[in-house]
Protein backbone atom coordinates (compact mmCIF):
# COMPACT_ATOMS: atom_id res chain seq x y z
CA UNK A 1 0.00 0.00 0.00
CA UNK A 2 3.28 2.74 0.27
CA UNK A 3 2.05 3.15 -3.45
CA UNK A 4 -1.42 4.08 -2.66
CA UNK A 5 -2.08 8.03 -4.11
CA UNK A 6 -4.14 9.04 -0.89
CA UNK A 7 -7.09 12.03 -1.83
CA UNK A 8 -6.78 12.72 1.88
CA UNK A 9 -4.51 13.09 5.10
CA UNK A 10 -5.27 13.29 8.63
CA UNK A 11 -3.94 16.02 11.75
CA UNK A 12 -4.70 17.21 15.22
CA UNK A 13 -7.52 19.32 16.06
CA UNK A 14 -7.20 23.11 15.65
CA UNK A 15 -9.31 25.71 17.55
CA UNK A 16 -10.90 26.71 14.47
CA UNK A 17 -12.72 23.53 13.61
CA UNK A 18 -15.32 24.04 16.37
CA UNK A 19 -17.27 25.45 14.66
CA UNK A 20 -17.49 22.77 11.51
CA UNK A 21 -17.38 19.84 14.58
CA UNK A 22 -20.44 21.69 16.07
CA UNK A 23 -22.29 22.23 13.04
CA UNK A 24 -21.75 17.89 12.61
CA UNK A 25 -22.54 17.36 15.77
CA UNK A 26 -25.80 19.72 15.93
CA UNK A 27 -26.60 17.57 12.49
CA UNK A 28 -29.45 14.78 13.13
CA UNK A 29 -28.97 13.49 9.87
CA UNK A 30 -25.07 12.58 10.13
CA UNK A 31 -25.69 11.92 13.58
CA UNK A 32 -27.78 8.95 12.52
CA UNK A 33 -24.54 6.85 11.35
CA UNK A 34 -23.22 7.06 15.07
CA UNK A 35 -24.32 4.96 17.66
CA UNK A 36 -24.20 7.47 20.31
CA UNK A 37 -27.95 8.80 21.10
CA UNK A 38 -27.97 12.07 19.80
CA UNK A 39 -27.92 15.41 21.79
CA UNK A 40 -27.63 19.21 20.87
CA UNK A 41 -24.20 20.72 22.06
CA UNK A 42 -23.97 24.24 22.66
CA UNK A 43 -20.70 25.90 20.46
CA UNK A 44 -19.38 26.45 23.97
CA UNK A 45 -19.34 22.83 25.47
CA UNK A 46 -17.88 22.13 21.85
CA UNK A 47 -14.76 24.26 22.21
CA UNK A 48 -14.21 22.92 25.78
CA UNK A 49 -14.15 19.42 24.50
CA UNK A 50 -12.27 20.28 20.98
CA UNK A 51 -9.59 22.17 23.11
CA UNK A 52 -9.65 18.81 25.55
CA UNK A 53 -8.86 16.61 22.40
CA UNK A 54 -6.33 19.00 21.57
CA UNK A 55 -4.34 19.17 25.08
CA UNK A 56 -4.37 15.55 25.79
CA UNK A 57 -3.82 12.35 23.49
CA UNK A 58 -2.54 9.60 25.90
CA UNK A 59 -5.91 7.51 25.68
CA UNK A 60 -8.08 9.34 23.28
CA UNK A 61 -6.65 10.31 19.87
CA UNK A 62 -9.08 12.79 17.48
CA UNK A 63 -8.38 13.66 14.07
CA UNK A 64 -9.32 16.06 11.62
CA UNK A 65 -9.64 14.81 7.82
CA UNK A 66 -9.11 16.45 5.49
CA UNK A 67 -8.90 17.22 1.73
CA UNK A 68 -4.91 17.10 0.12
CA UNK A 69 -6.69 19.52 -2.91
CA UNK A 70 -7.58 22.45 -0.44
CA UNK A 71 -6.71 21.25 2.60
CA UNK A 72 -10.36 21.46 3.80
CA UNK A 73 -11.31 19.56 6.80
CA UNK A 74 -14.38 17.02 5.98
CA UNK A 75 -14.70 14.83 8.89
CA UNK A 76 -12.76 13.72 11.91
CA UNK A 77 -12.11 10.16 13.14
CA UNK A 78 -10.48 8.71 16.76
CA UNK A 79 -8.62 6.03 18.34
CA UNK A 80 -10.17 5.91 21.79
CA UNK A 81 -9.21 4.27 25.01
CA UNK A 82 -5.58 3.27 24.37
CA UNK A 83 -4.19 0.75 26.66
CA UNK A 84 -0.49 0.82 26.33
CA UNK A 85 0.07 -2.53 28.58
CA UNK A 86 -2.15 -4.73 26.72
CA UNK A 87 -1.48 -2.42 23.18
CA UNK A 88 -5.04 -2.48 22.17
CA UNK A 89 -7.75 0.45 21.47
CA UNK A 90 -11.04 1.14 20.14
CA UNK A 91 -11.72 2.72 16.82
CA UNK A 92 -14.06 5.75 17.02
CA UNK A 93 -16.91 6.12 14.82
CA UNK A 94 -16.08 8.26 11.82
CA UNK A 95 -17.85 11.71 11.21
CA UNK A 96 -18.08 13.13 7.81
CA UNK A 97 -19.77 16.03 5.72
CA UNK A 98 -23.04 15.08 3.73
CA UNK A 99 -20.35 15.98 0.70
CA UNK A 100 -17.93 12.94 0.78
CA UNK A 101 -20.20 9.98 1.11
CA UNK A 102 -18.87 8.82 -1.95
CA UNK A 103 -17.16 5.49 0.26
CA UNK A 104 -13.35 7.04 -1.09
CA UNK A 105 -12.66 8.88 1.55
CA UNK A 106 -14.20 6.86 4.67
CA UNK A 107 -12.17 4.04 2.50
CA UNK A 108 -8.99 6.11 3.05
CA UNK A 109 -9.78 7.43 6.82
CA UNK A 110 -9.43 3.60 7.93
CA UNK A 111 -6.49 3.16 6.09
CA UNK A 112 -4.50 5.77 7.83
CA UNK A 113 -6.42 5.17 10.93
CA UNK A 114 -4.96 1.42 10.83
CA UNK A 115 -1.90 2.38 9.88
CA UNK A 116 -1.53 4.61 12.78
CA UNK A 117 -2.41 1.98 15.34
CA UNK A 118 -0.40 -1.06 14.03
CA UNK A 119 2.63 0.84 12.60
CA UNK A 120 3.14 4.24 14.48
CA UNK A 121 1.21 3.14 18.17
CA UNK A 122 2.27 -0.55 17.99
CA UNK A 123 -0.93 -1.80 18.85
CA UNK A 124 -1.87 -5.79 19.21
CA UNK A 125 -5.87 -5.54 18.90
CA UNK A 126 -8.43 -2.77 17.39
CA UNK A 127 -12.22 -3.14 18.94
CA UNK A 128 -14.89 -1.36 16.67
CA UNK A 129 -19.02 -1.44 17.21
CA UNK A 130 -21.96 -0.39 15.40
CA UNK A 131 -25.57 -0.31 15.75
CA UNK A 132 -26.90 -4.13 14.38
CA UNK A 133 -29.12 -2.47 12.17
CA UNK A 134 -26.31 0.24 10.70
CA UNK A 135 -25.59 -2.48 7.75
CA UNK A 136 -23.69 0.05 6.04
CA UNK A 137 -21.36 0.27 9.14
CA UNK A 138 -20.86 -3.96 9.16
CA UNK A 139 -20.52 -3.68 5.66
CA UNK A 140 -17.19 -1.61 5.96
CA UNK A 141 -15.86 -3.27 9.12
CA UNK A 142 -16.38 -7.07 7.46
CA UNK A 143 -14.75 -5.95 4.39
CA UNK A 144 -11.76 -4.40 6.02
CA UNK A 145 -10.84 -7.84 7.96
CA UNK A 146 -12.40 -6.81 11.44
CA UNK A 147 -14.20 -10.09 13.09
CA UNK A 148 -17.53 -10.07 14.19
CA UNK A 149 -17.18 -11.12 18.23
CA UNK A 150 -20.50 -10.82 19.36
CA UNK A 151 -23.36 -8.78 19.56
CA UNK A 152 -24.36 -6.53 22.86
CA UNK A 153 -28.35 -7.12 23.37
CA UNK A 154 -30.35 -4.08 24.25
CA UNK A 155 -27.26 -1.97 24.56
CA UNK A 156 -27.82 1.42 23.41
CA UNK A 157 -30.71 3.86 24.01
CA UNK A 158 -31.10 5.85 21.00
CA UNK A 159 -34.46 7.16 19.09
CA UNK A 160 -36.82 6.19 21.55
CA UNK A 161 -35.94 2.59 21.52
CA UNK A 162 -32.87 -0.21 22.63
CA UNK A 163 -30.88 -1.27 20.14
CA UNK A 164 -28.10 -4.29 19.65
CA UNK A 165 -24.42 -3.36 19.33
CA UNK A 166 -21.93 -5.53 17.11
CA UNK A 167 -18.19 -5.67 18.88
CA UNK A 168 -15.70 -6.40 16.06
CA UNK A 169 -12.02 -6.44 16.17
CA UNK A 170 -8.94 -6.90 13.87
CA UNK A 171 -5.70 -8.04 15.10
CA UNK A 172 -2.14 -6.96 14.20
CA UNK A 173 -1.66 -10.25 12.56
CA UNK A 174 -4.16 -9.89 10.37
CA UNK A 175 -3.75 -6.54 9.43
CA UNK A 176 -0.71 -7.19 8.08
CA UNK A 177 -1.76 -10.60 6.70
CA UNK A 178 -4.47 -8.24 4.58
CA UNK A 179 -1.64 -6.04 4.03
CA UNK A 180 0.81 -8.30 2.50
CA UNK A 181 -1.92 -9.79 -0.11
CA UNK A 182 -3.05 -6.15 -1.48
CA UNK A 183 -6.56 -6.62 0.44
CA UNK A 184 -6.58 -3.17 1.47
CA UNK A 185 -6.72 -1.81 -2.15
CA UNK A 186 -9.94 0.30 -3.05
CA UNK A 187 -10.72 -2.56 -5.97
CA UNK A 188 -10.71 -5.46 -3.19
CA UNK A 189 -12.37 -3.33 -0.56
CA UNK A 190 -15.24 -2.82 -3.27
CA UNK A 191 -15.69 -6.48 -4.17
CA UNK A 192 -15.47 -7.47 -0.46
CA UNK A 193 -17.96 -4.95 0.40
CA UNK A 194 -19.98 -6.23 -2.30
CA UNK A 195 -20.02 -9.92 -1.10
CA UNK A 196 -20.68 -8.70 2.26
CA UNK A 197 -23.74 -6.72 1.57
CA UNK A 198 -25.20 -9.62 -0.45
CA UNK A 199 -24.75 -11.44 2.69
CA UNK A 200 -27.03 -9.19 4.80
CA UNK A 201 -29.51 -8.18 2.11
CA UNK A 202 -30.09 -12.21 2.26
Known sequence: MSEYSYSIYLRGFKESDVEQINRWRNDPEIQSLVSAPFKYVPEAIEREWVRSKMLSNHRDIYLAICLK???RMVGYISINDIDHISRKANVGGIVLDREVHDGIVRHE??????KLA???LNLNRLEGSCLAEHIASRVVMEATGYTLEGILRDNVYKNGSYHDSCIYSLLRKEYYEWMERGDYSLASF????KAVRKKYRG
Open 69 to 71: END
Open 109 to 114: AGLLIR
Open 118 to 120: FDE
Open 190 to 193: ARKA
